[in-house]
């Protein structure tokens, strides 16, 4: 199952979500504790009440729309589960507007718009990543531990017409890796001790290594600290 962090470095394959609490261990590393993999793939199991779909597929709409920095309040998201008129585009999984479906193929067609930029952006010694900040309507941000203006206006040539942004960070992307790498090879070392982790990964948007565990005491997470 896939791990994505909840936030606005979210692309539009979006299909599993995990929110939890996060304790930063240092610089480029975050504990992300009492993780609870929510699915938005699905509405719940045949035999379940139908007034628990019903919730299911509320809070599945809510989720996709907080995502996606859409329109989210209960009311509003209520609204679009029972008038089928007035959110006819189900394109996306969840009820929307045409607006609100036009906006995502919008910020889709950006992000098919992107392959010169990274194919410029990923080989530099100083590259970060790259994200769509989708609470700024898909928005492009590229990160550079350095020459951040230099990269900007490379950048400018190759996406004519497209609003982006270029920032600064700490730590490379190719560094992440490594730390990642590093992370992930002590998972043996953590599951023997008892603690329970459900994923290590890169948080571009955030420019660090988050480890998520499913649980954890003051004492799991020492000993992950230890492990740095």
Request: proline fraction near 3%; charge should be negative.
């Amino acid at each position: 199952m896939r791990f994505t962090t909840v936030g606005p470095g979210l692309g539009l394959t979006h299909s599993t979500a995990v929110r939890r609490r996060v304790t930063v261990v240092g610089r480029a590393v975050a504990i992300l504790t009492g993780a609870v993999v929510l699915s938005t793939s699905g509405v719940g199991m045949a035999a379940e009440p139908l007034d628990n779909d019903r919730n299911v597929a509320r809070a599945e709409a809510q989720r996709f729309r907080e995502d996606f920095g859409l329109r989210a309040d209960l009311d509003y998201v209520q609204d679009s589960i029972s008038d089928a008129a007035e959110f006819p585009n189900l394109d996306w999984g969840v009820p929307l507007t045409r607006d609100e479906a036009g906006d995502l193929y919008r910020r889709l067609a950006i992000q098919r718009s992107l392959k010169d930029a990274t194919g410029y952006a990923v080989p530099q010694d100083d590259y970060a990543g790259m994200f769509l900040d989708q609470h700024d309507g898909g928005r492009p941000v590229f990160l550079f531990t350095g020459r951040v203006g230099h990269h900007r206006d490379q950048l400018a040539e190759l996406l004519p017409g497209v609003d982006y942004d270029v920032r600064s960070a700490e730590w490379s992307l190719r560094e992440l890796q490594r730390l990642k790498t590093a992370t992930s090879g002590k998972w043996s070392i953590l599951q023997a001790a008892g603690i329970d982790v459900a994923a290590v990964s890169v948080h571009v948007a955030l420019n660090r290594v988050e480890v998520a565990l499913v649980d954890s005491s003051g004492e799991d997470r020492s000993r992950v600290r230890a492990l740095e």
